[in-house]
């Protein structure tokens, strides 16, 4: 392997920046181990175990429902207890499978030989981007600018609950929502946003490689010039689509309770959820539509102006001469010149968009999932799996 095929075997999404260096110097994992599960349980533990405590200190952890008590909280269970956790416990899985995509632009290959140096220096800029700690900075910046606007919003409640108690109008919050507000408010949204931006740096990857020469063919088996591996890349993410799929179910649970979602919106809702997600992953497999169009465009002219000369010479052959521009005849014979007409059936059926409702069919469900546990709350089950059905069969 030379050293361009090294380099860009060497993106690892999961590694690198500020935060993961913090994280080693405090030896909660090492470039070799990502010790995934105890730190998950360390920061389950931080956002989502310590206002439990407190909760059961101050008597509001259980109770009836119409208290809101703390275990009671779908929305404190998916930001601080799922969401956090699997942040935490993909790092690996989807560092190894972008990894095996990436690695298959150099197995196959894909690029062509003077394509390496290029992508090379685009994994290297995408690295400093994953590494940079302005991003980093930012992230921070706005989970604290969206945690304060949660701490205006739990000022303004109108009943009391586990976070927010209401004594002669005035809102104060306790010991449990000052946590939530500090700490694990701040923690969850800098770890999804981290998140967000490290799924940015690998589409813009992508998108730069679909620029470069690809050694694609159009009679690929794959159906898609060899490019087929690509459109399975989302799938890495299920549970990252999970996590945030999860919150958002919360959020619908809780309006659907307070009976402000009609089945028609909530069908909205879960449409719109889903073409959102779909968007996040299709934006940089967009990007290969282009060379696969021009693959396809170019390889049935060629194969069109072949079969005309293949057809015209067993067509002189057969009947003696040819019945349209008969004095414009070739002196060679069918033999001669190969058939094309299986490649021609081939190309035709070349696909040129890499995503398909097969192959994103796992993150599909992991977005419609917690919508639909959150639908099955109040509204008819059979309805909201009718809704579903079409949204996946679209």
């Known amino acids: 392997m030379n050293p361009e095929n090294k380099e860009i075997g060497y993106f690892f999404i999961a590694c690198g920046g500020p935060f993961y260096k913090l994280q080693r110097k405090l030896g909660l994992l090492r ?34 429902f119409a208290d809101k008590p703390f275990l009671l909280d779908a929305g404190a269970w998916a930001r601080y207890f799922i969401a956090v956790s699997l942040f935490i416990l993909m790092e690996k899985q989807v560092q190894d499978r972008l990894k095996m995509h990436l690695a298959q632009f150099t197995r196959a290959p894909l690029l062509a030989p003077g394509s390496f140096e290029a992508a090379a220096e685009a994994v290297t ?34 009943t009391s609950f586990w976070a927010v108690n209401i004594i002669q109008d005035a809102n104060s919050l306790t010991l449990a929502g000052w946590w939530v507000v500090v700490v694990s408010s701040p923690v969850f949204l800098f770890l999804l946003l981290r998140w967000l931006w490290r799924i940015a740096v690998w589409s813009m ?32 993410f299920t549970m990252f689509v999970f996590a945030i799929s999860c919150v958002v179910g919360a959020a619908i649970a809780h309006e659907l309770m307070d009976h402000t979602v009609s089945m028609t919106t909530y069908g909205y809702l879960m449409g719109g959820w889903l073409l959102i997600i779909m968007l996040l992953f299709s934006y940089p497999l967009a990007a290969f539509h ?34 349209s521009a008969t004095g414009d005849a070739e002196l060679v014979s069918a033999k001669e010149i190969p058939d094309p007409s299986k490649t021609l059936t081939s190309v035709l059926k070349l696909s040129t968009f890499l995503f398909n409702r097969e192959g994103l069919l796992p993150v599909s469900g992991a977005a419609l999932l917690p919508l639909v546990t959150a639908g099955a709350t109040q509204l008819p089950i059979k309805e909201i799996f009718k809704v579903m059905k079409r949204l996946l069969l679209l």
């Open 31 to 64: 470039e070799d181990e990502f010790h995934s599960k105890p730190r998950a349980v360390m920061f389950v533990a931080l956002t989502w175990g310590v206002p439990l405590v407190l909760n059961l200190i101050t008597g509001s952890a259980y109770g009836p």
């Open 125 to 158: 800029r995408a690295l400093n981007r994953r590494d940079a700690l302005l991003a980093e900075i930012i992230c921070i910046l706005i989970a604290i600018i969206l945690t304060l606007i949660m701490w205006l919003r739990l000022l303004n409640q109108e």
């Open 205 to 236: 990857l992508l998108r730069e490689l679909a620029g470069f020469e690809l050694r694609l063919v159009a009679t690929h088996p794959d159906g898609h010039g060899g490019l087929t591996f690509l459109g399975q890349y989302p799938n890495a």
């Open 290 to 323: 282009k060379p696969l169009t021009d693959l396809k465009e170019r390889t049935l002219l060629l194969c069109s102006s072949q079969a005309t000369r293949h057809h015209r010479a067993a067509e002189r052959e057969l009947l003696g001469k040819n019945i």
